[in-house]
């Protein structure tokens, strides 16, 4: 990375953002509905939900590139809610990299310095290209280029115009597995070095839960819970985050006793235990959640024991070796069907599909939940993704035909 020198030139910059009772209405529905968050400055923000959720919506309105309805948006204690796209201290990675491709790497990154007649644009560009480790690649053509080095050489080209706020819509979702991977990695690192305040709008659970320091999950155009991504995965407050971040086993039942320590719920005639720090309803019909991987198979009925939560038995229906782990679905009379993630190890027990087994967990990795998921699809359509690379464009001639 770059040395401390590139780091300050960029830290100056990051600024806080604050949407204030935010609504967007479209006609027929409400794409935001009454939205407030703050996001502090120098901080990764992650807004991570389905198609529909309201995400990307969220996205546009902090760019500029809609109005909203109600609620005012700030950015560095200042509003902007009425101040145009391009007057905005603010920039968007998108998926599309959108580089010119006749220009070389350098004259990509500085073209819009340069449209602005700023001071010493080649050198900022410099500094921008050694920021993403790119220095050796500057006088290339970005078709000479990798997908992972194209993707970085945009970023250097909205860091340079250091940016208040970082808007970043999906940006690795053109790239393969391994890429991903590796570059979610290497934008934190950037991220962290430089200090801006970064906002990631993605739909993929892994991207957000690797990079961002908060999480938020965004259902219906509200935020369903906001955290860090260790918190809303161990500690789900309803069941969309428990389902959408990762995959949770969920059975719903009656509670009919509770200690200062632990609810007990009825279901299919078995008591299931709850942390009572770890449920949101201790009372009333709740729902006992667990996570495949906390999840063990057994052969034989284990013993009972109150640190432990069991049921069965069950019936294998499938089993499918990914590698790092079997994962199993098993049928459970009463509980319907369970999925398991056992690890591959030289230890523990294997079932193949028809086997009868046995299932445990220890109570304290259990969750309580006041709801189920609904039968029924919850998303709505979303605005499209594809418009707002074309509307940052009418972005950048706007601001060019006022300079």
Same mark, same amino acid.
């Given at each position: 990375?770059?040395?401390?020198?590139?780091?300050?030139? &960029?830290?100056?910059?990051?600024?806080?953002?604050?949407?204030?009772?935010?609504?967007? %209405?479209?006609?027929?529905?409400?794409?935001?509905?009454?939205? /407030?968050?703050?996001?502090?400055?120098?901080?990764? &923000?992650?807004?991570? =939900?389905?198609?529909?959720?309201?995400?990307?919506?969220?996205?546009?309105?902090?760019?500029?590139?809609?109005?909203?309805?109600?609620?005012?948006?700030?950015?560095?204690?200042?509003?902007?809610?009425?101040?145009?796209? +391009?007057?905005?201290?603010?920039?968007?990675?998108?998926?599309? +990299?959108?580089?010119?491709?006749?220009? /070389?790497?350098?004259?990509?990154? *500085? &073209?819009?310095?340069?449209?602005?007649?700023?001071?010493?644009?080649?050198?900022? #560009?410099?500094?921008?290209?050694?920021?993403?480790? !790119?220095?050796?690649?500057?006088?290339?053509?970005?078709?000479?280029?990798?997908?992972?080095?194209?993707?970085?050489?945009?970023?250097?080209?909205?860091?340079?115009?250091?940016?208040?706020?970082?808007?970043?819509?999906?940006?690795?979702?053109?790239?393969?597995?391994?890429?991903?991977?590796? *570059? @979610? !990695?290497?934008?934190?690192?950037?991220?962290?070095?430089?200090?801006?305040?970064?906002?990631?709008?993605?739909?993929?659970?892994?991207?957000?839960?690797?990079?961002?320091?908060?999480?938020?999950?965004?259902?219906?155009?509200?935020?369903?819970? *906001? =955290?860090?991504?260790?918190?809303? +995965?161990?500690?789900?407050?309803?069941?969309?985050?428990?389902?959408? !971040?990762?995959?949770?086993?969920? &059975?719903?039942?009656?509670?009919?006793?509770?200690?200062?320590?632990?609810?007990?719920?009825?279901?299919?005639?078995?008591?299931? %235990?709850?942390?009572?720090?770890?449920?949101? #309803?201790?009372?009333?019909?709740?729902?006992?959640?667990?996570?495949?991987?906390?999840?063990?198979?057994?052969?034989?009925?284990?013993?009972?024991? /109150?640190?432990?939560?069991?049921?069965?038995?069950?019936?294998?229906?499938? #089993?499918?070796?990914?590698?790092?782990?079997?994962? +199993?679905?098993?049928?459970?009379?009463?509980?319907?069907?369970?999925?398991?993630?056992?690890?591959?190890?030289?230890?523990?027990?294997?079932?193949?599909? =028809?086997?009868?087994?046995?299932?445990?967990?220890?109570? $304290?990795?259990?969750?309580?939940?006041?709801?189920?998921?609904?039968?029924?699809?919850?998303?709505?359509?979303?605005?499209?993704?594809?418009? *707002?690379?074309?509307?940052?464009?009418?972005?950048? $001639? @706007?601001?060019?035909?006022?300079?």
């Amino acid at each position: 990375m770059a040395g401390e020198g590139s780091a300050r030139q &960029f830290a100056e910059a990051g600024a806080d953002l604050a949407l204030v009772n935010v609504t967007k %209405r479209f006609p027929g529905f409400t794409a935001i509905d009454d939205l /407030s968050l703050t996001i502090p400055a120098g901080s990764f &923000f992650a807004l991570l =939900g389905p198609s529909g959720c309201g995400k990307t919506t969220t996205l546009r309105l902090v760019a500029g590139l809609e109005e909203p309805t109600e609620g005012r948006i700030m950015i560095g204690g200042k509003d902007l809610t009425d101040t145009k796209a +391009y007057q905005r201290p603010v920039n968007t990675v998108f998926q599309s +990299y959108a580089l010119f491709p006749h220009m /070389s790497v350098l004259d990509n990154v *500085m &073209f819009g310095l340069r449209r602005r007649k700023i001071a010493d644009a080649g050198q900022k #560009a410099k500094e921008a290209l050694d920021l993403v480790e !790119l220095g050796h690649v500057a006088n290339r053509k970005p078709a000479q280029l990798s997908g992972g080095q194209q993707q970085r050489v945009a970023l250097a080209r909205a860091l340079v115009n250091r940016p208040a706020l970082l808007l970043l819509d999906e940006p690795l979702g053109a790239l393969d597995l391994k890429l991903r991977r590796q *570059m @979610q !990695l290497e934008i934190k690192d950037i991220q962290s070095e430089v200090g801006l305040t970064f906002l990631h709008v993605t739909h993929d659970q892994e991207e957000a839960m690797t990079m961002a320091d908060t999480v938020a999950v965004m259902n219906q155009g509200k935020i369903e819970q *906001m =955290g860090p991504p260790e918190e809303l +995965y161990e500690s789900p407050k309803t069941a969309f985050v428990a389902t959408f !971040l990762g995959q949770s086993n969920l &059975f719903g039942g009656e509670v009919v006793s509770s200690t200062k320590d632990v609810i007990s719920v009825a279901v299919a005639g078995k008591e299931l %235990r709850v942390p009572v720090d770890r449920a949101v #309803a201790h009372r009333g019909k709740v729902t006992v959640g667990v996570r495949p991987e906390k999840v063990s198979l057994h052969q034989a009925e284990p013993a009972t024991d /109150s640190s432990r939560g069991v049921i069965g038995p069950g019936r294998v229906l499938d #089993a499918s070796f990914t590698g790092v782990s079997t994962q +199993y679905l098993v049928d459970v009379p009463g509980f319907g069907e369970v999925t398991v993630f056992a690890q591959n190890t030289s230890h523990g027990e294997h079932a193949v599909e =028809g086997d009868e087994v046995f299932l445990s967990w220890s109570v $304290e990795h259990a969750f309580g939940l006041a709801d189920m998921p609904p039968a029924e699809d919850r998303f709505l359509n979303d605005t499209s993704t594809g418009a *707002m690379a074309v509307q940052e464009r009418e972005k950048i $001639e @706007q601001e060019l035909e006022g300079a």
